[in-house]
């Protein structure tokens, strides 16, 4: 399927690994000119032909870098924003993203509203001007944990909530002026979050007493995944692509939840 994304551009958050990885080499392969933001910039970013550019998007002035940085590599504006930056285990000791809300500091808060808050916002703020100019589309990266904030860290449910809920808001004010706004919910996708022997999932395996291969093998049927198994990230990415495509001219918005049947509700 023809897609139309030839000859766009698009900035990507996020952009190093996992979901934004596949989010990157997902619209290069349908002819975008990507900027990708990343904190650091992997060997597997750089194969995929993208710009990439370091920058810390927690920081306050990082995402207006980063616009900045991609309007002079990309020779004019915007026609893609995906806001994926964002991290489970943001804030410091992974221990503690598994103790419960009286664990967490007002550090580790500012941190994960940071990373998965405000680092969208102020993204979306630098890049909104470009993205009326060239009538284009927003995609956010949130997480099933904002429909069930019991199901992760609460600093990181609580500001993926926030995510979900300015995308509605963004949608409804700038809808008029040609700007589509959609946000994809994802439940747990097969990353380094989960996989990696330093990550959340190794963490909460220590804490409920399981080796990491156990509490992995048994999570998608823990957390009601009618699929058996894990989110791929090339499926959120493919998701991601359409949304940010003219296909999905009319489609803003609306929150897409990608989490094999783990939300039960309409």
């Known amino acids: 399927m023809d897609l139309h994304l030839t000859g766009k551009t698009a900035v990507v958050t996020g952009a190093s690994r996992g979901i934004g990885l596949a989010v990157v080499e997902a619209l290069t392969a349908e002819g975008v000119r990507v900027v990708a933001g990343a904190r650091t910039v992997t060997p597997e970013l750089k194969r995929t032909g993208a710009t990439a550019v370091s920058v810390d ?42 103790s ?15 990373l998965n808050f405000l ?20 995609v956010n990266v949130s997480s099933n944990g904002a429909r069930m904030p019991h199901a992760g860290p609460t600093p990181y449910t609580t500001a993926k909530a926030a995510l979900t809920a300015l995308g509605k808001a963004l949608a409804e004010e700038f809808g008029p002026h040609g700007v ?8 747990p996708v097969r990353t380094a979050m989960w996989e990696a022997p330093d990550g959340y999932g ?4 220590k804490a409920m007493g399981l080796e990491q291969e156990q509490l992995l093998a048994a999570l998608p049927a823990t957390m009601g995944m009618t699929t058996g198994r ?5 499926e959120v990415a493919a998701l ?15 929150d897409h939840v990608v989490d094999g049947g783990s939300i039960k509700t309409t």
Do not use: K, M
């Not at 991601?240 to 609306?254: F, K, R």
């Open 230 to 234: 894990f989110v791929e990230p090339a």
């Open 240 to 254: 991601v692509t359409y949304l940010a495509s003219p296909l999905a001219g009319s489609t803003t918005g609306a």
């Open 119 to 138: 680092a969208a916002v102020r993204t979306t703020r630098a890049a909104l001007p470009h993205l009326i100019r060239t009538r284009g589309a927003i």
């Open 202 to 205: 190794a963490e909460l395996a």
């Open 57 to 98: 998007l927690s920081e306050a002035d990082g995402p207006a870098r980063l616009i900045e940085r991609a309007c002079a590599e990309l020779g004019g504006d915007i026609d893609v924003l995906v806001n994926n930056v964002g991290g489970g285990d943001a804030g410091g000791d992974g221990a503690s993203q598994t």
């Open 180 to 187: 589509r706004v959609n946000t994809v919910s994802p439940g």
């Open 100 to 114: 419960g809300f009286l664990a967490f500091t007002d550090r580790q808060w500012a941190q994960a509203i940071d």
